[in-house]
């Protein structure tokens, strides 16, 4: 439930009241939405001012757009399920991603794990290609490079094969190895196919260690691969971004975050209905079937009160965290990981993930992606430093440079500076920012004094 949006809550909520005669809508009125005040650090295990409801009162509910889940309990009147019925959430036709995530969920039994797939499931392209940033990715849930490597191949081995590959050649010889075809003689083929691309097949036989006349029978082999594995599936849809959340200035100054009155759902068990059914005249199986909706429903209104303490504590820590950001956008995130914020709240990273996943804040400057919350950074003397401030310390060395630098003397000045990053994390910042490297700029240079 936690990972789900408002309006996918809603929608769920929806479904309930419908199936459950025991469960009903709430009154919109006098109940204010739940909300935390970033003004101060959050307190533990609940949130200070986050409104706790109360088990006999209302919970906040109203209807959205949310297909195929339902809430299992027990047909003995035993212990409530504490999740959704996965029988139901994979459609007839599934898209790319819920493909995927299906499979995965049986490969990662690993909490942990289940979090680094879902977010390298997330990167797929419509081709079913993953070219995901791993570093980052690793910075981002705090969590080893190796480990997020580690998991990215356990998913190169789900069906179709050649799904999560970050190449061409990748895509070609993960099918090859799951078919058992894979040889030494495709595998050069498969590296070398840039000459094949040139139209120079003397090169390409060369490299392949065989005869030219031999290369059209081992193009044959190739032409019954799938170069994009994941273009058959369902298309995605296209959805609004909705805000689950609202952050507005306090009149005593900070922030005030709440849940969204207007998708978020109101629902309570009718315990008086429920009452009015006891007293009635009730067979062993109809009390049975009474008990347990009552059971159901009382539990679907506890996890939507920890939906929304949980959801308010993460959102809360985060964005307090970052609070110099919500102020002025331009300024730099400071180096947050979900595992920073795990480590601070006492909570896994994989719930970090799960309330963050989708959900959105309705800010004064505009709407903000939880998740762009978090950060990647450099620990230094000083504390830590974003990727955002490297950069900008990155442009200002090339804008004062006297003759271009090289990446490697950019990297030695950085560090100079109290930055440590390798020569490879300058090239890719470099790039992210549209700076040439030290020969386009020699060269650009070079046509400016020309000109003048």
């Known amino acids: 439930?936690?990972?789900?949006?408002?309006?996918?809550?809603?929608?769920?909520?929806?479904?309930?009241?419908?199936?459950?005669?025991?469960?009903?809508?709430?009154?919109?009125?006098?109940?204010?939405?739940?909300?935390?005040?970033?003004?101060?650090?959050?307190?533990?295990?609940?949130?200070?001012?986050?409104?706790r409801l109360g088990h006999g009162g209302a919970v906040p509910m109203a209807r959205g757009l949310w297909q195929g889940r339902s809430w299992r309990h027990s047909s003995?009147?035993?212990?409530?399920?504490?999740?959704?019925?996965?029988?139901n959430t994979i459609p007839d036709h599934p898209t790319?991603?819920?493909?995927?995530?299906?499979?995965?969920?049986?490969?990662?039994p690993d909490p942990a794990e289940q979090t680094i797939a879902a977010r390298l499931i997330?990167?797929?392209?419509?081709?079913?290609?993953?070219?995901?940033?791993?570093?980052?990715?690793?910075?981002?849930?705090?969590?080893?490079?190796?480990?997020?490597?580690?998991?990215?191949?356990?998913?190169?081995?789900?069906?179709?094969?050649?799904?999560?590959?970050?190449?061409?050649a990748e895509c070609l010889s993960l099918q090859l190895e799951d078919r058992g075809e894979m040889t030494a003689v495709l595998g050069r083929l498969i590296d070398n196919l840039s000459l094949l691309g040139d139209g120079n097949l003397p090169a390409l036989a060369a490299a392949c260690g065989v005869d030219v006349t031999e290369i059209d029978g081992l193009l044959g082999r190739l032409r019954h691969l799938n170069p994009h594995p994941g273009a058959g599936f369902a298309e995605e849809t296209v959805e609004t971004r909705v805000p689950d959340m609202l952050l507005r200035p306090s009149p005593g100054g900070g922030w005030t975050l709440e849940l969204n009155p207007e998708t978020l759902p109101r629902a309570m068990v009718d315990r008086a209905y429920a009452t009015e059914l006891r007293a009635g005249r009730l067979t062993s199986d109809e009390r049975t079937f009474v008990r347990e909706q009552v059971q159901a429903a009382s539990w679907l209104v506890r996890a939507m009160e920890q939906r929304a303490t949980t959801l308010l504590t993460v959102a809360a820590e985060a964005l307090r965290r970052q609070e110099h950001w919500l102020t002025d956008p331009a300024i730099p995130r400071r180096p947050l990981t979900m595992?920073?914020?795990?480590?601070?709240?006492?909570?896994?990273?994989?719930?970090?993930?799960?309330?963050?996943?989708?959900k959105h804040v309705a800010a004064p400057g505009g709407l903000i992606a939880l998740r762009d919350c978090?950060?990647?950074?450099?620990?230094?003397?000083?504390?830590?430093?974003?990727?955002?401030?490297?950069?900008?310390?990155?442009?200002?060395?090339?804008?004062?440079?006297?003759?271009?630098?090289?990446?490697?003397?950019?990297?030695?000045?950085?560090?100079?500076?109290?930055?440590?990053?390798?020569?490879?994390?300058?090239?890719?910042?470099?790039?992210?920012?549209?700076?040439p490297s030290s020969a386009g700029r020699q060269k650009s240079k070079s046509g400016s004094l020309s000109k003048d």
């Not at 003995?76 to 029988?87: C, E, I, N, Q």
């Not at 790319?96 to 990662?108: I, N, Y």
């Not at 990215?152 to 799904?163: I, K, N, V």
């Open 1 to 51: 439930m936690l990972q789900l949006s408002n309006l996918e809550l809603a929608d769920a909520v929806a479904e309930a009241l419908e199936t459950n005669p025991l469960l009903r809508e709430a009154p919109a009125a006098d109940v204010p939405p739940p909300a935390a005040d970033l003004a101060r650090p959050l307190d533990r295990p609940t949130a200070t001012g986050v409104m």
């Open 96 to 108: 790319l991603r819920e493909h995927a995530s299906a499979q995965a969920a049986m490969m990662f």
């Open 339 to 358: 595992g920073d914020l795990g480590a601070a709240l006492d909570m896994h990273v994989s719930t970090i993930s799960r309330a963050v996943s989708g």
């Open 374 to 435: 978090f950060v990647g950074g450099l620990a230094t003397a000083a504390g830590g430093m974003s990727a955002g401030e490297i950069q900008q310390a990155l442009a200002t060395l090339v804008d004062g440079e006297a003759a271009p630098l090289s990446d490697a003397a950019l990297a030695r000045a950085l560090a100079d500076a109290g930055m440590p990053v390798a020569r490879r994390t300058v090239a890719k910042y470099r790039n992210e920012l549209g700076i």
């Open 76 to 87: 003995a009147g035993g212990a409530v399920s504490d999740g959704p019925d996965l029988t």
């Open 122 to 168: 997330g990167e797929l392209d419509g081709w079913g290609w993953c070219t995901a940033d791993i570093p980052a990715i690793a910075d981002e849930l705090g969590v080893a490079a190796d480990r997020v490597m580690a998991v990215l191949s356990g998913l190169r081995r789900m069906e179709p094969a050649g799904l999560f590959a970050s190449t061409l």
